[in-house]
């Protein structure tokens, strides 16, 4: 399973960072990807990380401002967000996937609930 939190309220211009825990899984088996769902809107790929974590890849959308790593010892990604906007807004999530770099849903196999972020400008 795979639990992601960290959101929260912040105004526009700040950071936040949130984490994916995960258990019950070979944690390092897994890329893992991060998406994120505002109101009315489709489900996106906000990035993505390997396995051991040197390949990283970002939606264009936030390349340049948000950070993904992951830490394998504690089972655990983070989403470092900086130069957050208001159309950052959107519930997060985090899916254990099958191939590294892949930005579709249907290519994430295991999913947390999501973690709210609200920007507020």
């Known amino acids: 399973q795979l639990q992601a939190f960290g959101g929260g309220l912040v105004q526009a211009g700040g950071s936040l960072r949130l984490s994916c825990a995960a258990s019950g899984l070979t944690f390092s088996n897994y890329p893992i990807g991060w998406f994120r769902q505002a109101p009315g809107k489709e489900r996106e790929f906000v990035g993505g990380?390997?396995?051991?974590?040197?390949?990283?890849s970002y939606a264009d959308s936030v390349k340049g401002r948000f950070t993904i790593s992951r830490d394998n010892a504690r089972n655990t990604v983070y989403l470092q967000m900086n130069s957050l906007k208001f159309e950052d807004t959107a519930v997060y999530y985090c899916a254990a996937g099958r191939t590294v770099g892949a930005r579709l849903i249907r290519d994430y196999d295991i999913w947390g609930q999501g973690t709210q972020v609200t920007v507020s400008s």
């Open positions: 990380i390997s396995r051991g974590g040197s390949i990283t």
